[in-house]
């Protein structure tokens, strides 16, 4: 089933491994009236509801996750910890992170998407309130530990429960979106709010010695949308239909069309009948699919993409400090000047959804990344005097948030319901690797060979990604269950 105006396109690797002609579960056709359904009902209020919802929870998570960055200098003066210290914690959280994707991609298969967004939500914000009580060291770094748990499976189970509760033709664009308040918004207000906390407001939340304990603790504020997630956040009809649950599917998608959250008491409307599931047995949860014939390849490929992407980000966000500090500029020069490149970021997270709505994703990661690579490559060569080094740094950034954005939007769509949760994760997860993993070999480049080495290493990352996407296959404008009709089947 394709759109008329969307041809289905798949890249080479597709087509290199023989259709599997084993008869498709029932609940196959469940899942297609599930997603006729939700092209029927249209966008509505209902809908926008929820993304506000989802997108507030990915606002927080980056809040969160820069706020160990932002109290860094208090902690230091308090608690006279070392830089190494610091640093540690920071490494705590990130392992976290990356624990906590690869947990939630489990929980959401088995448990739901619904589940899994409310339990990383409420350990993020669990976390912080340990942050914030913390006595010393040890305790601080267990709550980083709590926190990185939750930040690391927040923005995945968004990006899960979107895909599947979005009508197609829209799908993209809200999933992409979610970067607008995460990567785009949170980036740039995370320090402005930090800044605010820690200076004016300082002496009014108990001076330098508490204040960084109420940043941690107003971030346990979030913690309310837990209680919105549980009475109004719906599970997706599809994750239902998968499970075999086609009345719970049935009341979701009557709640949709009515544009409400809210269970109104209305008749059930029988999107899916009855008889689309007959006898079967629910889809089996087989997470090693993600790793087998062409999950595997689109995995790989779009695993590779979130690595480079996501690893010459953070590597840039993490050394531009320091590459200004050493080009003369002072401290608080370097940091304003990454805070007005960051609206660069801001700019490539809307400019993606846009994108994701009306052109293909494999156009779009392919021409971003080369003009990723050819910027980091003008910034490295000619970034020198402050105009050039705003221009090409925002430019830098607008390029990157487009690219991230994208595969925010791609990566759910390249799985089957049964495995959509987990296959995202684990692209996910590449990314936070790679941030952990490639700032430490571009510092050691930076002492000793200088900041154009560094940029051309970037510039080659960009280059390898632009390679990788082409082997996933195109989805813009197509049905899940059209995208994934010939992905390996559950037994």
Partial sequence: MHDASEPATHSP??????????????????????????????????????????????????????????????????????TTELAFLQTVTITAMIVGKVATGVIGD????????????????????????????????????VV??????????????????VP???????????????????????????????????????????????????????????????RYLPETPRYLASRGRIDEANQVLTRLASGRLKDTGAKVIEYVPQSAVGSAKPEKVRLAEVFQGRLLRRTAALGVASWMSFGAQITVLVLMPTILVDQGYSITKSLTFTMVM??????GAAAATYAAAHWPR?????????????????????????????????????????????????????????????????????????????????GLLLDSSGVVAVFMVIGVMYAVMAVATRFAPETHGRPLEDINSDAVRAT
């Fill in 362 to 442: 494999r156009l779009v990661t392919t021409s971003g990344a080369v003009a990723a690579c050819l910027t980091a490559l003008a910034f490295g060569f000619l970034a020198h005097g402050t105009a050039l080094i705003l221009l090409l740094g925002g430019l830098f950034q607008f390029f990157v948030l487009m690219l991230n954005s994208t595969i925010f939007a791609w990566a759910p769509e390249l799985y089957p319901t049964r495995v959509r949760a987990f296959g995202t994760s684990m692209v996910a997860v590449q990314g936070n690797i790679a941030g952990a993993l490639v700032p430490l070999g571009a």
């Fill in 110 to 145: 088995y448990k739901g998407r619904r589940f899994a967004l409310a339990f990383n939500l409420f350990l993020y914000c669990l976390g912080a309130l340990l942050c914030a009580l913390a006595p010393n060291y040890a305790v601080l770094a267990v709550g980083r530990f």
């Fill in 148 to 165: 990185g748990v939750g930040l690391g499976g927040e923005i995945a189970a968004g990006m899960t429960l979107l895909s599947e509760l």
């Fill in 13 to 82: 690797a597709d087509h290199a491994t023989a259709v599997d002609t084993r008869p498709a579960p029932v609940t196959a056709d469940a899942l297609s009236s599930v997603g006729r359904a939700l092209d029927t009902i249209g966008l509505n209020r209902a809908h926008k509801l929820i993304l506000v919802m989802v997108l507030l929870g990915a606002f927080f998570d980056v809040m969160e996750e820069n706020s160990l960055g932002a109290v860094g200098p208090a902690l230091k003066d308090v608690w006279h910890i070392s």
């Fill in 168 to 230: 197609t033709r829209f799908r993209g664009a809200v999933v992409a979106s979610l970067n607008v308040g995460a990567g785009g918004l949170g980036n740039m207000l995370s320090f402005g709010f930090a800044a605010l906390v820690l200076g004016p407001l300082g002496t009014f939340f108990g001076g330098p010695d508490n204040s960084w304990r109420w940043m941690f603790g107003l971030l346990v504020l979030p913690a309310v949308l837990v209680v919105f997630y549980r």
């Fill in 342 to 347: 960051n609206v660069g970021s801001l700019l």
